[in-house]
């Protein structure tokens, strides 16, 4: 008679899984984000030759102030940056550069953005958004751009 040995005992203890703290979840998130960042930031500025001037709002601030230093962005012709409100109150004439604006898509953004287009102070305007404008808000900024400074949307 053959011997049989008792069946094989499974250990049905749950292992333990390794807990991720809230902190290495956000290095993971900034490690994800951070180069989609320089990479839509970096497209923005190559296809615009010359000289630049890059605006900002504080959110798009801190975005850009992640991913790049003052020299990178000098490499990348950009000679200038103000945020959006500080370029609401000058009036001085930039004909020579070319504004690239990044900025969330609010309406706080938008109305500034459309007082900056009806009196232009930039040859040129292209337009970058984090997020999606809803069709009211291009059609504002399409209705306020009489000058056709406005090169692109994204």
Known sequence: SAETSPPATRDLT????????EEQGAVTAEMVLIPLIRDYIDRMLQD????????????????????????DLLRKEVFLVETVDDASSSRA?????KAVYFLRPSS????KLRRHLSAPRFAECHLFF?????IPQIQVLADSDEQEVVQQIQ
């Open 14 to 21: 749950p292992t333990p899984t390794p807990q991720r703290t």
């Open 48 to 71: 615009i030759s010359g000289m630049k001037v890059l605006i900002l709002d504080p959110q798009t601030v801190g975005m850009v102030s992640v991913v790049y230093s003052q020299s």
């Open 93 to 97: 004439s930039m004909a020579h550069l």
């Open 108 to 111: 706080d953004n938008v109305q």
């Open 130 to 134: 984090s997020n999606i404008l809803k």
